[in-house]
């Protein structure tokens, strides 16, 4: 009917949605048809029959070598641990090589020391002429051979090692201690060393080897054998035997003389005791010295050697307390410097003085004093002489510490004693 609207009733319902599935499934059977006609035309068109069969037998093939690649990787991966397990070995082995490098060092440095110190040894020293006496202060090596093997290596042999100044001085031949490095006759070359050159004793540790606590006992063991050796067969000189040897020089104008004497001062560490350092401090040299009295018999062969004195100490207390007095006999002459004033010292023993004319103030020294004084000065001068060759033992050219004191006197007493194996300085 015309301008009439459709109705909706409860039986018309049903209808109207059944014919909305109708058109639901309509759709959705032309857009299937729609799909397989696309499908169909994408696969005659796009991708060829063959190509997908060579792409069906790629993949065949791939699965076919599957095996074979993870038999491959499988025999890498053995390789590979096999080269780690190698690799693992040749460290093991460079640290042994390693370890070997380090032994060799240490013995070829070792073998360096050695051939380093097996060069600073007597047996080596005496094939050169010159450095005998330059090392040891002996003439040549004879002399000191003559010396060792005649005068030290028999006690050398039984002798104890110093271990103080409150340590026996016999030798009662049993000997204590690790045995040292060297034979007795180096450690008696090292000894000399020490006291020709004054070398520390960490430099002669290391030329000869050793500790310095050990260059130390060495040392010092053979200076006081050497002082109680030279003590036994070294007696003040008879007036019998210092005339056989009396130059004619002394002859002429004072044949009587027994000794020529002076005074020389050593330097050493400043002590530590205020009252000490008193004592020892000498205003000739502004230094703390000791003091020693050096006598010569004409012939220059020193003869008397005192002990040592604070260096404050004049000359005439010194010749009072040195023991000399008590060696001279009647009839002796003694020459000095004019500043040992002793003449009454001596003339209660029957002895004369022979010193340079003292000069009277505010007069002019007479001729014949200035001729004595000449004369004198000539004779004199030989135990200056001698006491400059004990200081060729350069241990006494240097500041004595105060770690050799105890021993301070055998030092110089020996000293003076070396430089008697020198040819004489007065013919």
């Keep these: 009917m015309p301008n009439a609207y459709p109705s909706v009733f409860p039986w018309t319902t ?52 599957i095996p074979d690649l993870e038999l491959e990787i499988k025999e890498l991966k053995d390789k590979c641990h096999s080269l780690e397990i190698e690799v693992k070995e040749l460290k093991a082995d460079h640290r042994q090589l390693e370890v070997k490098v380090q032994n060799l060092e240490g013995k070829l440095r070792e073998s360096d020391s050695n051939a380093a110190q097996q060069l600073f040894r007597l047996e080596n020293v005496k094939q050169k002429a010159g450095l005998v006496k330059f090392y040891t202060g002996f003439p040549d090596y004879d002399m000191l051979m003559i ?5 030290l290596k028999d006690d050398a042999e039984v002798m104890r090692l110093w271990k103080g100044k409150d340590c026996k001085d016999d ?39 050793m500790s310095q606590s050990s260059v130390s006992r060495i040392t010092l063991t053979w200076i006081n054998l050497m002082y109680h ?45 205020l009252s000490h350092q008193l004592a020892t401090f000498s205003n000739y040299k502004n230094r703390n010295t000791v003091k020693v009295l050096v006598g010569i018999t004409p012939s220059s062969v020193i003869s008397f050697v005192s002990q040592t004195y604070e260096g404050s100490i004049s000359d005439r207390k010194l010749v009072e307390q040195s023991g000399l007095l008590q060696m001279l006999e009647p009839g002796d002459e003694v020459m000095a410097d004019k500043g040992f004033l002793i003449q009454d010292l001596l003339a209660p023993l029957g002895v004369r003085l022979n010193v340079p004319p003292l000069l009277q103030s505010n007069s002019q020294m007479p001729p014949e004093d200035v001729a004595v004084t000449k004369k004198i000065a000539q004779l004199r001068v030989h135990v200056e002489r001698a006491i400059g060759r004990v200081k060729e033992f350069h241990i006494l050219q240097k500041v004595l510490p105060s770690s050799i004191w105890d021993s301070i006197n055998e030092v110089i007493f020996v000293c003076c004693m070396l430089t008697n194996f020198s040819p004489p300085l007065v013919s």
Excluded at 241 to 246: E, L
Aim: net charge negative; hydrophobic share 40%; with cysteine.
């Design 171 to 209: 030798f009662d031949g049993v000997k204590c201690g690790r045995p040292s490095k060297l034979s007795l006759l180096e450690q008696f070359f090292m000894t000399l060393v020490r006291l020709r050159l004054g070398l520390p004793e960490l430099d002669l540790a290391n030329r000869f080897g």
């Design 14 to 65: 049903t209808v109207l949605q059944s014919s909305t599935m109708t058109s639901k499934i309509a759709a959705s059977s032309q857009q299937w048809c729609d799909f397989r006609s696309d499908s169909t035309e994408l696969f005659s068109h796009e991708h060829p029959a063959d190509d997908l069969s060579d792409t069906f037998s790629t993949f065949l093939e791939a699965d076919k070598r």
């Design 147 to 151: 010396f060792y093997d005649k005068v």
């Design 229 to 273: 050796n030279f003590k036994a067969i070294v007696q003040f000189p008879s007036w019998n035997v210092v005339n056989k040897y009396m130059p004619e020089i002394f002859k002429k104008d004072y044949p009587n003389t027994r000794i020529i004497i002076d005074a020389t001062e050593l330097v050493i560490e400043c002590p530590s005791s």
